[in-house]
């Protein structure tokens, strides 16, 4: 499939990349998986877009970006709040616009979350290295030259023919971004290196979000969780929402570029229903942890993917 260029960076805002799912099967060669912080939001933008789930977008910080589109498209904006000028004119997020050659796109400071997603019609075409075409800055690997967007690039879509529909989110399929939130966890691998009351300062204190966090993970402040016998273990796998605890008793929740493998107790790991809402978190949001069982997070997983089929 062809592509064409579609926009360019006017303004970058504060940190806009490229991101899809993420980058799976090669954890085991010390390559994280990367993708969208907020993947729910990153499937309902590329939904809007008509496009496939997989498709790459941009995922915007704080601050989105400031752009001139190139070629007429279709863009679909989710995840936090922000406002949204096409042409100096205000338009709703949460749904999809068709965009004519010439357009100027810019949207203020995210007042609800911390992200945004932007999806065109037929994704965004950068580069597909190990299956994804998310970009892991760290390692220069991905997306736009395997960095963040940056003023005067030119940004490619894949070709495919515009036939706009308008559509739009039901509010019944939006996350509530609030600053503060009840993050369910299940179990950690290694919960009984916890002394009791160290699992119980866990689950019963709020915490905030570290000002020392970004998409590798977020470290949080709050009341010291004690171990049994010392936080280092032999280094074992890392998944999405691990919220490890090294030994000065502050927790570390691993995210989107986590590393692969880590030498730390883990006490938990957030749902994956809940992992968007964490995504979208920011400094100085507060949080509380709640305990659930197994098959109650795979319940909800089941009934949100059940509403979004039907989007």
Known sequence: ?????????????????????????????????????????????????GNDAHAACMETTFLPPHFEIISDTIMAITGGQTELTINNISKPIHCNHHLKAG???????????????????GGIDVPVIMNSRSTYARANVGGFNGRKLLAGDEVFTLKKSIKFKHRSIPNELLLDYNPEQEIRVIGGSEMNRFSFEGIKTFLTSSYTISNKSDRMGYRLDGP??????????????????????PGDGKPIVMLADRQTVGGYTKIANVITADLPLFGQLKPSDEIYFTHVKLDYAHKILKEREKLFRHL
């Open 1 to 49: 499939m062809n592509s064409t260029a579609t926009f360019k960076i006017i303004n970058p805002g504060l940190y806009t990349t490229i991101q899809d799912l993420g980058r799976f099967g090669y954890q085991q060669y010390g390559m994280p998986v990367s993708g969208a912080m907020d993947t729910y939001s990153l499937r309902l933008a590329n939904k809007l877009a």
């Open 224 to 245: 010291e969780i004690k171990h049994k016998q010392g936080a280092d273990i032999i280094s074992s796998g890392i998944c999405n929402g691990a919220i490890q605890v």
């Open 103 to 121: 357009a100027m796109i810019q949207m203020g400071p995210v007042t609800k979350g911390s992200r945004v997603y932007i999806a065109f019609a």
